[in-house]
């Protein structure tokens, strides 16, 4: 199954592009040379798009929400103490880490002199060639462990914003129910009243030649399958598309 995630606000959205940086990052730090370049290009990336909110305390306040719901379950015989236990241990863990980064996120980065010159440089196309940053060229021919070594150092302090929103995307993605649907001549639209969502999910086959293009409101939800050309423009799919939906909602 290949799925495709909409979310319905813009605290979701942002959880996601981060969750998407991290996890190219930690992908490609245990690879090579032009690796590391991409990672690093990778931490500017985290850096400003955790800068536009005040996301630790959202995460905070959402696990703390979370802790308490679970702390219903206590003593219930059909849920597992072990598994509850491990839940809220972790959920504590991560808001207790979160509690003690201090200052602006990532403003120990700004501080570095050498890392917001190599920053400034890297929007210009091609402008980190050697000429321009010598001694970022010099950098990138220290050993694969040195610069290995940097580069989790400097991500280091953003793994408790990390872990955080770990826990609540997964939270978030396990919290609704499976529906089998069919978008007659490939057009699905519903409405949602007030059910609160904060996120979609859409789920089709492989094998389906089809994507989604998913647009929504507070009111409806569009879903335009297409049968995407990559050498042209795609067309619209004209038969019916059988595809799984999942309404998710902390």
Same mark, same amino acid.
């Given at each position: 199954?290949? %799925? *495709?995630?909409?979310?319905?606000?813009?605290?979701?959205?942002?959880?996601?592009?981060?969750?998407?940086?991290?996890?190219?990052?930690? *992908?490609? !730090?245990? #690879?090579?040379?032009?690796?590391?370049?991409? !990672?690093?290009?990778?931490?500017?990336?985290? +850096?400003? @798009? =955790?800068?536009?909110?005040?996301?630790?305390?959202?995460?905070?306040?959402?696990?703390?929400?979370?802790?308490?719901?679970? #702390?219903?379950?206590? &003593?219930?015989?059909?849920?597992?103490?072990?598994?509850?236990?491990?839940?809220?241990?972790?959920?504590?863990?991560?808001?207790?880490?979160?509690?003690?980064?201090?200052?602006?996120?990532?403003?120990? #980065?700004?501080?570095?002199?050498?890392?917001?010159?190599?920053?400034?440089?890297? !929007?210009?196309?091609?402008? !980190?060639?050697?000429?321009?940053?010598?001694?970022?060229?010099?950098?990138?021919?220290?050993?694969?462990? %040195?610069?290995?070594?940097?580069?989790?150092?400097?991500?280091?302090?953003?793994?408790? +914003?990390?872990?955080?929103?770990?826990? @609540?995307?997964? +939270?978030?993605?396990?919290?609704?129910?499976?529906?089998?649907? @069919?978008?007659?001549?490939?057009?699905?639209?519903?409405?949602?009243?007030?059910?609160?969502?904060?996120?979609?999910?859409?789920?089709?086959?492989?094998?389906?030649?089809?994507?989604?293009?998913?647009? =929504?409101?507070?009111?409806?939800? &569009?879903?335009?399958?297409?049968?995407?050309? *990559?050498?042209?423009?795609?067309?619209?799919?004209?038969?019916? @598309?059988?595809?799984?939906?999942?309404?998710? &909602? #902390?």
């Amino acid at each position: 199954m290949i %799925t *495709y995630e909409y979310p319905f606000n813009e605290r979701i959205r942002t959880l996601l592009r981060l969750e998407d940086l991290f996890d190219k990052a930690s *992908y490609f !730090v245990e #690879l090579g040379t032009r690796e590391h370049h991409v !990672v690093l290009l990778t931490l500017f990336e985290i +850096l400003e @798009v =955790a800068g536009r909110a005040d996301l630790k305390m959202d995460l905070i306040q959402e696990l703390e929400r979370q802790r308490q719901s679970l #702390l219903i379950f206590r &003593n219930n015989p059909d849920i597992s103490e072990e598994a509850l236990s491990g839940a809220l241990y972790e959920i504590e863990q991560a808001s207790a880490a979160l509690l003690g980064m201090t200052g602006k996120i990532g403003q120990y #980065l700004r501080e570095n002199d050498w890392l917001m010159g190599i920053r400034s440089r890297a !929007v210009i196309p091609g402008g !980190v060639c050697q000429f321009d940053l010598p001694s970022y060229h010099s950098w990138m021919h220290q050993s694969p462990a %040195t610069r290995r070594d940097a580069l989790l150092a400097w991500f280091k302090p953003f793994m408790p +914003l990390r872990n955080g929103l770990t826990i @609540v995307l997964r +939270l978030l993605r396990g919290s609704g129910r499976m529906e089998q649907k @069919v978008a007659e001549g490939g057009a699905f639209q519903m409405m949602l009243g007030s059910s609160g969502a904060q996120m979609v999910r859409v789920s089709l086959q492989e094998k389906e030649p089809y994507v989604p293009e998913i647009s =929504a409101n507070k009111y409806a939800l &569009n879903i335009r399958f297409t049968c995407p050309d *990559y050498d042209h423009r795609s067309r619209h799919a004209e038969s019916n @598309v059988e595809f799984d939906m999942v309404f998710c &909602n #902390l």
